[in-house]
């Protein structure tokens, strides 16, 4: 199998060179909107550099990883499967719902095969948590608490172009509620701050944020997420039920201390960053997306699971920013299935 993959920054060389280790990847192509940073990769992998993206599609390949930029995906999605071409897009699949609703119209319309990167689906600890869940182990959930912590906050330009803290980061929770609960989000009521380094308010963006989703059978949700956590990483999934209570994401490096006399110490080696946190997780999607061209297994995330997901974190902007609650069916969607 010839793989091209389009975008060689952080998270497309990450992805490179799960798929140069790959035995069943075979040959990679490698391209970038600076060649000379993939001929870089190329050159460390043992791959092919590509002078230009157009070559990924005229070279003859068998799929296509998309790890660009966020406001190259839609395109590069739509020609791929316009190509006939399975196509694995690192979220969002475009910048904001009406261009991602055109993108899978597209894809719909045209038979097409696209795995979205939604890589806590393949994280050993919120796997657990969804086969507890599902096998009633919990009981009924009566309240989840979700919270993703980035510990400092990203480069300016990335701010202006990333759609935001729902839509960029708190996504991935909105994702795993749906995933590991099994019951849609019905309604939303969001608040953000700015109140931290200035590059937010200059981009319209919060740097904390919060949100109350109900679930289509009643279960509450509390969903934080922040840039600013100086302790480190931190991203965890807290699930109560009337037998039982878990959480997905506590370990011996989460960064977090306890103030009892006999509580845990402190993390000696806190995470640092996602690609640290859910390495493990991000080579198991990419081994699904090669399966799945093989016709070996299900698509474990396809468009409209991406959608779901931010159809909440659109829900929670809009409530966020006109103060009110949001109910989802007031936002657009594709028709049934």
């Not at 099994?182 to 981009?203: C, I, L, N």
């Not at 009643?218 to 699930?239: I, K, P, S, W």
């Not at 640092?272 to 297994?297: H, I, N, Q, S």
């Amino acid at each position: 199998m010839r793989i091209g993959l389009i975008g060689t920054g952080r998270i497309g060389s990450f992805h490179a060179a799960a798929l140069a280790r790959h035995p069943e990847a075979g040959s990679l192509l490698l391209a970038d909107s600076d060649p000379a940073r993939a001929a870089r990769l190329a050159d460390r992998l043992g791959a092919t550099a590509a002078p230009s993206v157009e070559q990924v599609f005229t070279w003859g390949v068998d799929a296509v990883v998309v790890a660009s930029s966020t406001d190259g995906h839609a395109e590069l999605v739509v020609r791929a499967i316009r190509g006939g071409l399975p196509v694995f897009c690192e979220k969002p699949i475009a910048p904001d719902l009406n261009r991602t609703l055109a993108v899978l119209r597209e894809v719909s319309a045209l038979g097409g095969l696209l795995q979205v990167g939604f890589m806590r689906r393949f994280d050993a600890g919120y796997l657990t948590a969804r086969e507890m869940v599902r096998s009633g182990a919990l009981g009924r959930l009566h309240t989840v608490r979700t919270t993703t912590a980035d510990p400092a906050p990203p480069a300016a330009d990335y701010l202006a172009a990333s759609g935001g803290l729902y839509r960029d980061c708190m996504v991935h929770d909105f994702d795993m509620v749906r995933w590991v609960t099994g019951h849609e989000v019905v309604e939303v009521y969001a608040a953000g701050s700015d109140a931290g380094p200035p590059q937010f308010r200059q981009t319209g963006d919060v740097d904390t944020a919060a949100a109350v989703l109900t679930l289509d059978d009643g279960t509450l949700v509390t969903a934080t997420g922040t840039r600013c956590n100086g302790a480190g990483y931190d991203v965890r999934m807290e699930l109560a039920g009337e037998r039982d209570q878990v959480s997905a994401g506590l370990d011996d490096r989460t960064p977090i201390a306890s103030t009892e006399p006999n509580g845990p110490p402190a993390a000696s080696k806190p995470w640092t960053g996602f690609l640290e946190r859910f390495g493990p997780a991000y080579e198991a999607e990419l081994d699904a997306f090669v399966r799945l061209v093989r016709g070996e297994c299900e698509n474990p995330c396809d468009g409209r699971e991406a959608l779901a997901a931010l159809r909440v974190a659109e829900a929670c902007e809009l409530s966020r920013r006109e103060r009110r609650r949001v109910r989802l069916e007031e936002l657009p969607d594709l028709p049934d299935r």
